[in-house]
């Protein structure tokens, strides 16, 4: 197109007709129906009389964009946001659903859809997606010719079934009829740089087809800056530790340690059932370990290792990277399909052990990957603590193939002494929250699950909240592994808690869990739920989370005589109202 | 009239021992019982005790204390059954801290017991037939009786009457089977039926009788309230029983109106009366103990107020019984017949040495708990208590007794060399025992290594020398009745009591104050260099320190806190 379309005749001034010129001759065609649009809707606006200046096409809607997020702990969440504000940069008309409230049918018809799912538990989809993921892997699911789309799985290469979920929504979808328009990115840990290129170039391939001649986009004026309201700190921050407690009892086979962390100034500004992202460093022994089993001396990435690599994951993609140093053995595992079992309860530093090979500072770089945060619940209230935020975190300490094993961040974080500075980034969680302050709650949180409890009582004690509060809690021993004992002590003496149920699992011959507890009380439970309270589930996700579901499930049939497909429908009910909570891992 | 002792006005509201125990257990959020019903379940055989070792850190961890229950089996005279002994065991590792203890009264205490576990544990100790009922309180306790086998006739009828006694003193209260065995609830009822012999509020104090047949003084007879000594003839049948009264241990340091005192020989009576007798002298101890200052409150302090005549005078109007005088008998020693006895009966009896009683297992050291396991899984005769807290496997057959040889090398369960150490006797102490000053069960081991390579020195290893230790002056070992008493004092120290007679019969003296682990060697050893060389023959240590002056004698009662101190320049 000419550089100058503006003509001279043109109801402006020639300085202003060059900087139109300016303007509108370099504008890609995208540009010039956005401009089109937003003069129109300006008018339209400002309410400007009739004007038969104004260009027929301008009525044209923006194509819309479904962006459906699968998320337990927020990473997919927040990129669909990410996507929802380019899109809506390109002019299209983007609309998000989480996949907790999909329903499936409404799929049907859908022009453009990307999906960005995370995967859970053992190649699981995180909890609240699970029933929407059922139906869309049944016979429920509507047939989707005519529908594009594209999938971006979030994941962990730690664990064996990497990305299992995004993998199996992209097979699905296509299955359905769907066209593929960009292909799946599988993200690590490290998703941020991958997630932002795909993102990009899948909106650039599904862009609206604009062809020179008199296109318009709609410009909803409504849409809001997502920036607007004045977020809390998600920045990476420095805090100091104040206060370092091992909770268990010196008798106890447990360490699990109370941490106060005070900041410079404000604290992120947490909600109680809000995490912080924790930024550990390796043990110097495992990593010096590793470089003589390397036969690496190098300051440089000793030094790197232990601040900001992952030397300890062995995943697949280590084992076919290290194979392709050479390893014959590894090679061998790998083709024989035996690799998956011979790494579990492995780490890195067995493999080059084990299967030695000739490495030099680049090549064992290249089999790790960087070292990622640790999420904590916060175990406190600012309205109780002030600027400071508590944290609960357990010594992941276990022995395998003859090997003391150390977490990496749980370890790191015992080890911190009074005074140390440790760097933190607060991990909002909407999905775990407190209710309005005359609901009643009941939290189940055995183990380090009680973390985010303890800053629930606190934020319902200091204020004053009217509604009742029951806590479950369970751990080993009474004597020895009672987190908190004097403190929930306390809370109920002076209200904070209105009840409270223990259960211990080896203080006698057959073991007790919060789930037992939660049979045992069954009728209260119940009566509590229809009285409108909230169910929350804090800690294990494998063994416990489901358990005590299931027992929410069975209660609601015994007590109120339904059969297990209703009970099962009492309890997703619940979760749909957002009354039945859970945050696990 | 002076104010009533707080614990009568917790047993009077108590409704018969009931308290708030029952709601107390349903509290789990806390290890511990409120403190008027820590009082009452001592009359049910528990005390709430905390772990010592574990105070320092727990506040800090935001733990309350490390509460746990110590729980004492009611066993009259000590006989268990292999399938009682295979149970408490078994309770002992699943719910108690996985050791037994036998104590001093010939009973087996479990320690650790949480109580959100008491319940299973009575019911599994209920399911035995046995039960902690009135082990502990101000109630007349475990009835001992001396569990020698080898003269099989006389301690049948020993243990009978033992049995006869403790059946007959036994609290009524239904309290026990309401509160721990969900049994049904029986509404209060007129206090004279509810508990006939003991009413309301009970006694002003403990109460503890044993029986014994001489030669032996195991029972260490004239330590406790209320004693029956078997009088036998030639052909070793009981002809009746001499009765003791006042005898009692406990006092406290620096309150010299608290002493112990050797019980007086009341009189004779028989058998048929005993149990009247013994009755008699509960009901009266009821009426004329001291409910006003339990420090003062035993039946020892009863006598002595009152005089033993008076005292007998009316034993014998209650009971309807006139005692006789006092018929001759002889102690010969206080301590056990380790190893292979054989008995009247032809079977065959073992006993074996506990270390202060703590049936445990100790890596490198013996297998006790194991052991006995083992041993009590073939052996078809029973198991026995000692009062010196040691154990017999009595009536063994013939063809058992190689098998359980084989046990005993197994599991290294063999008496040590030393008289001292087959001697010695350690209470509890810490860390369960809320009262002790000092170390004493964990202690006394080590102290007597050191005390050993002193009496090696002077050749006087197999000598049978009585000692015993006690963490607190309350003298659950009876250290005053030991040759050689140590009673701790504070962290590390300890008072010396000597002089006291082999037989039982006589208290010791204090001999020297505050004494810590090299001051009791250095202290000893001269005393045992002038054993070894002005001895006469067959003259027993507690007798020698009295004639080599190195203490006075102790004549009784109050006498035991004068003329303290080492009279002799060692
Ligand atoms: C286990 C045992 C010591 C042992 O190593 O075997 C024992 C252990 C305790 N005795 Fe004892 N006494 C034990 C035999 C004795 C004896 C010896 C005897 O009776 O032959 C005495 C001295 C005789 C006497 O009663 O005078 C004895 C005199 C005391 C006293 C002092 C009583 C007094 O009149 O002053 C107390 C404290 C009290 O009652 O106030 C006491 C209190 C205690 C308590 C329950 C501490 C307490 O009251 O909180 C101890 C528990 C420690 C623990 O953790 O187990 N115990 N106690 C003995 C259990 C006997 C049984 O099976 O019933
Ligand atoms: C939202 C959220 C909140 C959380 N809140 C808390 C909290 O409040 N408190 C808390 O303590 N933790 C919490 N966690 C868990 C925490 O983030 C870490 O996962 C945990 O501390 C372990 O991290 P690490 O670096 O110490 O161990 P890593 O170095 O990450 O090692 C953990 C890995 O070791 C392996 N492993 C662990 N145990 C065994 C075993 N027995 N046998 C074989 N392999 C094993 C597993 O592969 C496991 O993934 C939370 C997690 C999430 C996602
Ligand atoms: C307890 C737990 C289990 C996980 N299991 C898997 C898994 O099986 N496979 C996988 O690829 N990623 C797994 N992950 C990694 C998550 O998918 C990854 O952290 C992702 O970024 C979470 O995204 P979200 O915040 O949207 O839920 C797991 C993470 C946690 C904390
Ligand atoms: S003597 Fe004292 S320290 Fe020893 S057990 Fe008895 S009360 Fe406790």
Known sequence: ?585 | MAELARNEYIKEASDYLRGTLAEGLTDEITGAIVEDDQQLVKFHGMYLQDDRDLRGERARKKLEKAFAFMLRVRISGGVLTTKQWRALDWVARVYGNGTMRATTRQTIQLHGVIKSNLKATLKAIDEQLLNTIAACGDVNRNVMSNPNPYQSKAHAVALELARGISDHLEPHTPAYREIWLDGEKIAGGEPEVVEPIYGKTYLPRKFKTVVAVPPSNDVDIFAHDLGFIAILDDNNDVTGWNVTVGGGMGMTHGEPDTYPRAADVMGFCATRDAIRVAEAVVTVQRDWGDRTNRKHARLKYTIEDRGLDAFRAEVEKRAGVKLAAAKPFTFTSTGDRYGWTEGENGKAHLTLYVENGRIKDTAGGAGMLTGLRKIAEIHKGDMRLTANQNVIVANIGGQERAAIEAIVKQYNLIQPASGLRRNSMACVALPTCGLALAESERYLPDLLTALDARLAAYGLSDDDIVIRMTGCPNGCARPYLAEIGLVGKGPGRYNLYLGAAHDGSRMSKLYAEDLEHDAIVATLDPVFGAYAKEREPDERFGEFVIRAEFVTRTRNGADFHANTGAKRAA
């Open chain 1, 1 to 585: 197109m000419s550089p100058s379309p503006i003509p001279k005749t043109a109801p402006f001034a020639d300085d202003e007709i060059d900087v139109l010129n300016r303007v509108v001759g370099p504008a890609t065609a995208v540009q010039r129906a956005w401009l089109a649009g937003f003069l129109a809707g300006l008018d339209a606006q400002q309410g400007a009389a009739a004007n038969d200046a104004l260009p027929a096409a301008a009525q044209q809607k923006a194509e819309p964009l479904t962006i459906l997020y699968a998320t337990e702990s927020g990473n997919s969440e927040k990129l669909a946001g990410d996507v929802a504000k380019s899109a809506r940069k390109l002019g299209f008309k983007p609309s998000l659903v989480d996949m907790a409230d999909l329903d499936v049918a409404s799929l049907a018809g859908v022009k453009r859809l990307i999906v960005i799912a995370a995967t859970w538990g053992e190649g699981d989809p995180p909890a609240r997606a699970i029933r929407a993921y059922k139906d869309l892997m049944s016979e429920k699911a509507p047939r989707l010719d005519g529908t594009e789309f594209g999938v971006l799985a979030l994941g962990d290469t730690a664990y064996v079934e990497f990305c299992a979920i995004g993998k199996a929504l992209d097979e699905r979808l296509a299955a359905l009829g769907a066209k593929r328009i960009a292909d799946r990115v599988d993200c690590d840990l490290d998703f941020a740089e991958p997630a932002a290129t795909w993102i990009g170039a899948t909106l650039k391939v599904l862009a609206p087809e604009v062809a020179p001649d008199a296109k318009v986009i709609a410009v909803d004026f409504g849409a809001k800056d997502l920036g607007a309201k004045p977020a809390p700190n998600l920045n990476v921050v420095e805090a100091e530790v104040t206060e370092t407690i091992n909770l268990n009892s010196s008798r106890s086979d447990k360490e699990t340690y109370h941490l106060e962390l005070s900041f410079e100034g404000a604290a992120p500004a947490y909600k109680p059932g809000d995490s912080l992202d924790l930024y550990a460093e390796n043990d110097p022994a495992y990593v010096d370990a590793l470089l003589t089993s390397a036969r690496i001396s190098d300051a440089a990435l000793r030094g790197e290792f232990i601040k900001s690599r992952d030397v300890t994951t062995l995943s697949l993609k280590t084992m076919e990277t290290y194979a392709g140093f050479g390893q014959r053995y590894v090679k061998g595992l790998l083709e024989a399909g035996t690799a998956k079992t011979w790494i579990a309860g492995r780490q890195l530093i067995d493999l080059i052990q084990q299967f030695p090979v000739a490495l030099d500072a680049e090549k064992l770089r290249a089999l790790t990957r960087p070292l990622s945060a640790r999420a904590y619940s916060i175990a406190s209230s600012r309205s109780e603590v002030g600027e400071e935020a508590h944290l609960l975190i357990s010594a992941v300490r276990y022995r395998t193939h003859n090997r003391d094993r150390k977490g990496v961040a749980s370890n790191y974080a015992a080890g911190l002494k009074k005074g140390a500075r440790v760097r933190v980034k607060l991990k909002p969680n909407k999905h775990f929250a407190l209710p309005s302050g005359d609901r009643d709650i009941i939290m189940v949180g055995p183990g380090t699950g009680v973390a985010p409890f303890r800053a629930f009582v606190q934020e319902r004690r200091a204020s004053a909240a009217k509604g009742r509060n029951w806590l479950f809690f369970g751990d080993r021993q009474f004597t020895h592994d009672f987190l908190y004992q004097t403190e929930w002590q306390d809370a109920l003496k002076e209200g904070g808690l209105t009840r409270m149920d223990v259960a211990f699992s080896r203080d006698t011959p057959e073991k007790i869990y919060v789930q037992h507890r939660l049979w045992e009380k069954r009728r209260d439970l119940i009566e509590w739920l229809d009285g409108g309270a909230t169910f929350y589930v804090c800690g294990d996700m494998n063994a416990m989370a489901k358990d005590v579901r299931a027992t929410l499930v069975r209660a609601y049939a015994d007590v109120k005589a339904l059969s297990p497909e209703a009970a099962e429908q009492a309890v997703a009910a619940l979760e749909r109202d957002k009354r039945y909570q859970q945050d696990v891992y």
